[in-house]
């Protein structure tokens, strides 16, 4: 399966986010959860797929655009949690999994328990109509 999983915290109620409130968060505009928790966003360093997907199909940038943006929001000083760039899946849900404001994208072959699976656009990973899904050839 090439879906693109995104997970949170399990202490997290929410259950299904769609594309632009997953853009909203990724570029530092939706800062609180429902709860009021503070979000934390999570991304895999360069080259990964997930980043990829993340890039391409919600934030719709390339990789140094998105280092640009945040760039000028932290000379801005304007609010807003830059994401936090780990190597791996597994820190990806390690970190989700400590901490109950997190979010992160991760390939659903890579999920365990330790993390909530969200619905996107209200389709789950796998699904014919999911709309996270990394390309055959990367």
């Known amino acids: 399966d090439n879906s693109i999983a995104v997970i949170v915290n399990p202490r997290n109620s929410i259950e299904s986010i769609s594309l ?10 939706q800062q609180f959860w429902k709860d009021g928790t503070q979000i934390v966003p ?3 360093a360069h080259s990964a797929r997930e980043r990829d997907v993340l890039l391409r199909r919600v ?10 943006y945040w760039r000028k929001r932290r000379v801005a000083h304007k609010a807003g949690h830059e994401p936090i760039a780990v ?10 999994a400590l ?8 390939g659903a072959s890579d999920l365990n328990s330790s993390v909530k699976v969200l619905k996107v656009g209200g389709r789950r990973p796998g699904s014919a109509a999911y709309p996270l899904k990394s390309s055959a050839f990367h």
């Not at 190597?87 to 989700?96: C, D, E, P």
């Not at 901490?99 to 991760?106: D, K, N, R």
């Open 20 to 29: 632009a409130e997953l853009r909203n968060i990724f570029l530092g505009t």
């Open 42 to 44: 999570i991304v895999r």
């Open 59 to 68: 934030l719709h940038m390339s990789d140094l655009q998105f280092q640009q």
């Open 87 to 96: 190597v791996s899946n597994g820190m990806q849900m390690q970190t989700v």
């Open 99 to 106: 901490g109950s404001g997190g979010i992160a994208l991760v």
